[in-house]
C-alpha cells in the first residue's frame, strides 16, 4: 500500500541533538524519498558537539547511520515550507506555532520523554532511555503516516 505522504516534514525538539534527529532518521529509513524531511532545535548545540553519541548506537542498532547529522536550528534551516512540523518539546511547540502563522501548515505536538534525563551512571539504562524514545518515536511516525511499504528492520 502506497502512503500518500505530506511533501514535507520537520520535527522539532530543544537542541536538535537527540529526539528530532530521530525522528528525521525514522522518517527517512520508513518513507525514503517520497517526501522531504528535516529536523532542528530552538537553540544552538550548547557544547558543540554534534548529534548525541547513545543516540549513534541506539539508532546503529536499527542499521541507521546518524553520524554525520549536525545539529542546527530554526534559523539554520534552508527552507522552512513544511506542510507538517511536529515539536517533540513544549519549547519547539511554541516556536511551530510561529511558523505557522503566515502559512497553511499543520502543527503537531508529540510530548516525547528526554533521555538524557537518565541519569543513573549506568550504559545500559542510558541505552535502554534512547530505545525507548527511539522506539515510541517509531510507532508514532508509522501511525501518523502510515505504514511504511518497504521497511528492512
Same mark, same amino acid.
Given at each position: 500500500m502506497v502512503v500518500d505522504l505530506p511533501d514535507a516534514v520537520l520535527f522539532t525538539c530543544n537542541y536538535n541533538r537527540v529526539r528530532s534527529p530521530m525522528a528525521e532518521a525514522l522518517?527517512? $529509513?520508513?518513507?525514503? @524519498? $517520497?517526501?522531504?524531511?528535516d529536523s532542528c532545535g530552538l537553540k544552538p548545540d550548547p557544547a558543540g558537539d =554534534?548529534? %548525541? /553519541?547513545?543516540?549513534? &548506537?541506539?539508532? %546503529?542498532?536499527? =542499521?541507521?547511520?546518524? &553520524? &554525520?547529522?549536525q545539529p542546527k536550528t530554526f534559523d539554520e534551516l534552508e527552507d522552512? !515550507?513544511? %506542510?507538517?512540523?511536529? !515539536?517533540? @518539546? /513544549?519549547? &519547539?511547540?511554541?516556536?511551530?506555532v510561529e511558523l505557522s502563522r503566515d502559512r497553511s501548515v499543520e502543527i503537531e505536538y508529540w510530548p516525547t520523554h528526554d533521555p538524557t #534525563?537518565?541519569?543513573? =551512571? !549506568?550504559r545500559e539504562?542510558? #541505552?535502554a532511555a534512547y530505545r525507548e524514545v527511539r522506539d515510541t518515536l517509531s510507532a508514532a511516525i508509522r501511525a501518523r503516516f502510515g505504514t511504511p511499504s518497504t521497511f528492512g528492520g
Open positions: 522518517f527517512k $529509513r520508513f518513507y525514503g @524519498t $517520497r517526501a522531504y524531511v =554534534g548529534i %548525541d /553519541p547513545f543516540v549513534v &548506537a541506539v539508532m %546503529d542498532e536499527m =542499521g541507521v547511520d546518524v &553520524a &554525520a547529522h522552512d !515550507s513544511f %506542510d507538517v512540523v511536529v !515539536s517533540l @518539546t /513544549p519549547e &519547539a511547540q511554541h516556536r511551530a #534525563l537518565v541519569n543513573d =551512571g !549506568s539504562a542510558m #541505552l
